[in-house]
């Protein structure tokens, strides 16, 4: 996993935390709400997170497939279906610019 995706996900934690301090904790602001409405706040915004990562977990599986699936479609397009060889477009689109940029 990249260093900013665990980054994130600490960063998701402690917003969870705050909003529970701030409902739970000490009254500081000019509204008081009941165990209610605190405790259906919560329910909520815990949905809100768990429907949030189902739905992440879902388009990063979809990306990878549909990557996949770009790579493989390269590929035929890059090879002669009998042989296998690497085909005109190939030859043309790749392996002349890798010639002209290593002339040894």
């Known amino acids: 996993m990249p260093y900013?995706?665990?980054?994130?996900?600490i960063v998701k934690q402690c917003h969870v935390i705050e909003r529970i301090v701030m409902l739970y904790g000490p009254d500081m602001g000019q509204v008081i709400y009941g165990q209610?409405?605190?405790t259906r706040f919560v329910a909520a915004?815990?949905?809100?997170?768990?429907?949030?990562f189902i739905g992440e977990y879902f388009r990063h599986r979809s990306h990878l497939a549909i990557a996949d699936i770009t790579l493989e479609?390269?590929?035929?397009?890059?090879?002669?279906?009998?042989t296998g060889a690497p085909n005109r477009r190939f030859i043309t689109s790749h392996f002349l610019k890798l010639a002209a940029s290593r002339p040894d």
């Open 36 to 38: 209610v409405e605190k």
């Open 73 to 82: 479609q390269k590929q035929h397009a890059h090879t002669v279906q009998l």
């Open 4 to 9: 900013w995706c665990e980054v994130w996900r």
């Open 45 to 52: 915004f815990s949905l809100v997170l768990v429907f949030s």
